[in-house]
């Protein structure tokens, strides 16, 4: 793998109020939870809608969220310190999702991750538990796809 694919870049955060209400609006999001997490995403067309066609052009195929509400810490220095976390087990195992949406045409993934705990966690944990959402992501995004083809 190339140093290049490996970062995180600003067009793979999830900012778009529009993209963000898709989400998380009615219609098709599936949600699944490893404790201290849950992803909650969706796949769109990517040429839909919702997203124009400037942006289409530079958007990649997976689009990523963290969410740490303010009930769970008050200081932002922890919500900052979990999301760092979040973001960085995201960017080492972003493979395994990035290759499942890269089989589909056209479609485009929006994962936002919202973390349930009211402790800190080590990163170790946090990594672990952020590859094993992504692995289940990815399964049941090409799961589906099978289906669909069979209709």
Request: charged fraction near 35%; glycine fraction near 2%; include cysteine.
């Amino acid at each position: 793998m190339e140093k290049h694919e490996e970062r995180l870049r600003k067009g793979e955060r999830l900012c778009s109020k529009k993209l963000i209400d898709t989400l998380f609006g009615p219609g098709r999001s599936h949600a699944m939870t490893v404790f201290p997490l849950k992803a909650v995403y969706r796949l769109i067309d990517s040429k839909s809608e919702v997203s124009t066609s400037q942006e289409t052009l530079t958007e990649p195929n997976v689009q990523l969220l963290v969410s740490v509400p303010k009930k769970h810490f008050k200081r932002a220095v922890k919500r900052n310190r979990v999301k760092r976390q979040v973001r960085e087990a995201y960017r080492k195992h972003k493979r395994l999702v990035t290759q499942s949406v890269d089989k589909l045409t056209d479609k485009q993934l929006l994962i936002a991750f919202i973390w349930l705990s009211d402790e800190l966690t080590d990163s170790d944990t946090i990594e672990q538990r952020v590859c094993n959402l992504l692995q289940r992501i990815g399964e049941r995004i090409l799961k589906d796809k099978e289906t669909d083809i069979k209709r």
